[in-house]
């Protein structure tokens, strides 16, 4: 069975926190980080889970973690599940930095609605769906604790004091630098990055980069053969991400607006969207994908594995 959530209490377990995908545990200074199957879209968690979606956000989050850490200290220490993550607790930013190379998604419907500006950015006139900018902006929004998450320029963040201008040139390079490596690595693979959102923490007064990075939950690429192609004919680009969920849903009358309900998701559209990631973390990593079983007790096996890379099984 896929899943949707847990409730361990560990030992020296000092808070928990349920995220829209994830589950947190506190244990002293770790965090024990469950990738659960659920998915959620427009801020809304969508009312089935989706087989193996959790392992694949885990397992791609760590490879690439992995990959950058020469740019950036990041969180993670070990993976001793295929569902879990456990690393440092850091302080966290209340801020995702947006990155965006091409006009898609949200830019694209604040775009085609005629705006002309995104978290203080300006977008160039005369932009198609999915066309390059002349090079990556970053429309940073504010972390909210629940709802919706909000866009947000720089100059506000500063004003708010959110962070300061020497934080915020900071995690604005660190944010480019790792967008540049995605970029890079997405190309190696057939595929084009085309946006995504990184966190990050404090340790120490030192920044550390937190939780997934470059995952379809977080990211959205397109595929670069024949994308060219599609752009002359003015047709919509084939990508790797849940836009095609956002999309789903919006033909089925909701975005998460006051008042709208939320569609039930037929068994072979949950296929379909398990399918889509499985597909998406092989061609990004170019690994095979290697599920965990799906009829073991899931609850039994993270909880050996959290307690046997803590030693509590001694």
């Known amino acids: ?3 949707f959530e847990t409730q361990f209490r560990f030992p020296g377990q000092t808070s928990f926190y349920r995220g829209k995908v994830r589950d947190v545990y506190t244990i002293g200074p770790h965090l024990v980080m469950i990738a659960s199957d659920r998915i959620s879209a427009f801020d809304c968690i969508l009312p089935k889970p989706i087989p193996h979606k959790g392992q694949v ?3 791609t989050a760590a490879y690439f973690l992995h990959a950058t850490k020469d740019i950036v200290p990041n969180w993670l220490i070990a993976n001793p599940d295929p569902n879990v993550a456990i690393g440092l607790r850091c302080q966290p930013i209340k ?3 947006v990155v965006r190379g091409y006009l898609a998604g949200h830019a694209w419907r604040e775009y ?5 500006t995104l978290c203080g950015v300006t977008m160039p006139q005369g932009l198609r769906e999915s066309d390059p900018f002349p090079e990556p902006i970053i429309t940073p929004a504010t972390k909210a604790e629940s709802g919706h998450d909000e866009d947000i320029s720089a100059e506000e963040i500063i004003s708010r004091r959110i962070v300061d201008s020497d934080l915020w040139e900071k995690l604005s390079a660190y944010s480019t630098a790792l967008f540049k490596r ?3 690595m997405a190309a190696k693979q057939g595929l084009i990055l085309v946006d995504t959102k990184y966190e990050f923490g404090i340790i120490d007064d030192e920044v550390y980069l937190i939780d997934e990075i470059h995952t379809p939950d977080s990211s959205r690429y397109y595929y670069a053969e024949g994308y060219e192609d599609r752009q002359e004919k003015g047709e919509h ?3 790797l991400s849940k836009e095609f969920v956002r999309e789903w849903l919006m033909d089925h009358g909701f975005q998460g607006k006051e008042g709208q309900v939320m569609p039930d998701m037929p068994a072979g559209f949950v296929q379909t969207v398990s399918e889509r990631y499985i597909e998406l973390y092989e061609r990004v990593t170019g690994i095979k994908f290697q599920p965990a079983a799906v009829n073991e007790d899931l609850d039994h096996r993270i909880l050996k594995n959290v307690s ?3 030693g509590w099984s001694d």
């Open 182 to 184: 995605g970029t890079e």
């Open 95 to 97: 801020l995702e930095m």
């Open 308 to 310: 046997d890379y803590f």
């Open 57 to 59: 956000l885990n397992q």
């Open 1 to 3: 069975m896929p899943l």
């Open 112 to 116: 085609s609605a005629g705006k002309r």
């Open 237 to 239: 680009q084939r990508q």
